[in-house]
């Protein structure tokens, strides 16, 4: 028998958000980036992208979690991300390869824009 394993959902890991929309912002996307992923904002740009912990052009720190998945490798696509005032499910959010110590910074950095993982 065959196993199929299905990937994330939209918004899967959103636990509870701030009245109407006030969680989530229209963003520009650039890079792969799935569903439930910490993202960072390339300064020059103001793309976001999956959270890169060792860069130096801004995504090195986190600005919010995706809201669904995006394909923007070729070129940036809009997107939705939770940016403020909300909580999501810490078991569920994806930080990519980032370490330990790189997961525990930006859940500090999260906490300080409003959004709180349980």
């Not at 990937?7 to 701030?18: F, Q």
Request: hydrophobic share 45%; proline share 5%.
């Amino acid at each position: 028998m065959t196993t199929l394993n299905e990937g994330l959902h939209p918004c899967e890991s959103l636990v509870s958000e701030a009245n109407g929309e006030r969680s989530r912002e229209a963003v520009s996307i650039a890079g792969t980036v799935t569903a439930c992923m910490v993202l960072g904002i390339v300064t020059a740009t103001g793309a976001y992208v999956p959270l890169a912990p060792a860069a130096s052009d801004g995504s090195q720190n986190a600005a919010g979690i995706a809201y669904g998945h995006y394909d923007g490798s070729v070129a940036p696509v809009p997107g939705v991300a939770f940016v403020r005032d909300c909580e999501h499910a810490a078991d569920i959010v994806d930080f990519g390869a980032a370490t330990a110590p790189q997961i525990a910074a930006a859940t500090t950095q999260l906490a300080d824009l409003g959004i709180i993982l349980r």
